[in-house]
């Protein structure tokens, strides 16, 4: 029996190394018949997202903080605040400043000391989506008309990229700002209307003209106040995203590295809590059809209401260690 076993074993382990030698030298093949069996290559469902996760909190040292998972990609997302002079086009606002890092950690293809040319461009995809959403209201940002307001620092560092990058960047940011707001309402409002969530902190103006923070009664008798009361910062409608491969007829959701690295044509759609379309950029490829782009667009509005549901578990969880 013994020696039986040994050539069977054998065989499976010749037959596994086939079929990633097949993997490697020919993916567009190895793809297609996969998706001729409607299962990807990760044994997904064609229009299947990932298992996502959201950890608020994860670094101390930041107002606000998030970790994210989308299947193995993870993505680290803080937020820190700090006064400055406003934009000269907008003296009555405050600003928002986003930074993606993909440190070598995160992909074989990163080498040290060499910028990626994607981390800008998802920088400014995010901080477009973040102000156009109307997620954050940028005058609830102003200390002084044309003289001082807090700046939302947001670094976003990916610890793992194996595909959507922008989607698992942009539920990191949002968790990161959900956290950084504290909430005071009830859980069933979240995402669903605006909400008042974070109380700017008293200021004060010191002898060198520098701003600084006031806190307790005593500090609002000793100095003189810049905010005469504390305000509460709106967080409005949430901007989500999905990103969809399209290779011939089908539409794969939430592709990996692996597909993104085969498939030519991408769909990225943004929508917010009331199912608005926020954003939608198609990458690569020939024209699409619109019934493609519709698709695409009801794919992530399916996928908007469970990541709404994550957030959600996300905040009873962190409310549940806070009181513990």
Known sequence: MAAETKPAAASGVAGEMEVEAYRRLFPVAFLERHLGESVRIDARRLREARPTTVALGAV???HGSALARLGDTAMLASVKLEVMSPPAEHPDEGSVAVEFHMPPICSPL????????VAPVISKALEDVLTSSGMLNLKDLCLITGKASWLAYLDIYC????GSLFDAALISAVAAFTHLFRLVVKLSALLCSPLQIMEIPLVSVGDDGRLFTVGGNDGKNKFE????E??????????LSLTCAL???EILADPTSEEES?????????VDSSDRLVSLQKLGGAV??????KECISLAKERRRSLREILLDSIKAMEVDQTE
């Open 60 to 62: 101390s040292s930041a």
């Open 110 to 117: 990163v080498r040290p000391g060499r910028p990626t040319d």
């Open 159 to 162: 610890l793992n990229a194996d």
């Open 225 to 228: 106040l810049v905010n005469r």
């Open 230 to 239: 504390k305000r509460k910062l709106t967080l409005g409608a949430i901007p």
């Open 247 to 249: 290779h011939k007829d």
């Open 262 to 270: 085969i498939i030519e044509t991408y769909v990225t759609v943004v």
């Open 288 to 293: 699409t059809c619109m019934a493609t782009i």
